[in-house]
């Protein structure tokens, strides 16, 4: 008899650092590559089950989930720190995902061709990849990880996910209701565990056919350097510096409660979030005005959670003293929070007067920090959204039907608003960035298809001599 030795973690509340509330065993290396065997030997009856009876179980994980959503709701925001309410709307949206790939099931996988020869029908059809590696964040601990695992199942693959360490516990619980809802021993296999430890083994290991991964670019990189070799297929989303352009046309009042809302909505801890706002010269002041206004209303605590640990909290602090070094203009917040004694709370925060050449203007902060900076006109403001190695998501506050248009044709972004906020994902719309945001298919809505399946073209002779 082997005795294994895990080691274990505690999870800690970023709003009471001195509450643990739960321990996850991380999984050792060895056994790391044994689940790695496990859902190489589930796939073929994976495979070799209807894609129909598939989404059935997807559908109800989703019933599962919606079942769940207090609990699921309470432990992920104890976790990560989201407010519940924040967290409540990503359970929601979970149950949503869930339910649109469960009907992938009954989708028509592949289309008849016209064959040049009368005598031969051509045809295709998408056939699932094998073992599939999810490595994802903790910043959407439900949603992220779903919109992964269930187009990835739906179309016939086995999965194993690496959910981040900071929201294990959320992992776990979301391992157990597909579980719950009759899906295969092997099928969906969660591994707990360091994405420098368990992480790495995935990345390498040669069963592995395809890595989704959600998280940071200098991870990002690191699969592209190791996995890349290898013939697995990749799939990266990764970070943004996400603008907004605000025009001397728009609803003022609108724009500026959305774009509050783009940049300090979950803490400012979304890929999509408003961190850089262009504003035309001539609104710019009262812009500025109603933005701070908009930020006043945010209860730290009640309607904003604080960030997701120690790490996430120091970075945000010194990307905001960095600012302030490099002489942007600090017009509201700018620290930690008065009067919160224990928590990894942080006021929103917003600097003007910042400039292109400023870091706040182009390195992604991930927190509520919201940079705003003067244009003279909408060109000008084009020209400098653009000029970003990012390209995840951008919105234009406009009435004027031209301009939206041109700014549609312009961003170079993968995801563009008009007179809507920077984030939002909709299960049947395809997700993703250009430039450094994004590499590989697009997830959600049938863009998901591309990366989860390849294709079989076959040929049939109709016909005997
Ligand atoms: P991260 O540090 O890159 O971690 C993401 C995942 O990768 C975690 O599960 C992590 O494990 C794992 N990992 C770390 N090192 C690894 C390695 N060497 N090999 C394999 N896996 C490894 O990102 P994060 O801090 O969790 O999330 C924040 C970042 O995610 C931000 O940059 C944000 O922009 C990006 N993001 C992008 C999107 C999008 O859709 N574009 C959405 C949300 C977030 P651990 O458990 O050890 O951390
Ligand atoms: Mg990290």
Redesign the pocket.
Known sequence: MTTIVREIREQFNPARPSQCIGQVELLTIDETKDVIVAAQDAFEGWKNTSSVARGEILRVTADLLEKNIDKVAEIASSEMGKTKNEMLGEVKRGASILRYFAQEGMRATGEVLPSANEAKLLYTTRVPLGVVAA??????PVA?PLWKIAPALVYGNTVVW?????S?LTGKLIGELFEQAGLPKGVLNVVQ????KV??V??EAPEVKAIT????????Q??LD?AGSTNKKIQL????KNAAIILADANINQAAKLTIEGAMKQTG????ATSRVYIEEAVYEKVVEQLIEEAKKIEVGVTMGPVSSKG?YDSILSAIEKAKVEGAELVFGGGPTKGIFEGYYIDPTIFTNVTHEMSIAHE?I?GPVLAVIKVKDYEEAIRLSNDSNFG?SASIYTNNIPKAFDFINRSEVGLVQVNDETGGAEPQAP???MKN??TGAR?QGQAAKEFFTTFKTITIGTKSE
């Open positions: 490595i994802t964040p903790w910043n959407f992220i690496k959910p981040s360490i900071e294990a565990g360091r994405g420098s992480g790495q995935l990345l991964f959600t998280g940071s670019n200098s991870v990002g690191s699969i190791t989303e990764l970070g943004g801890q979304r890929c999509t996430q992604e991930f995840l997700f993703g960035g945001s994004s997830e």
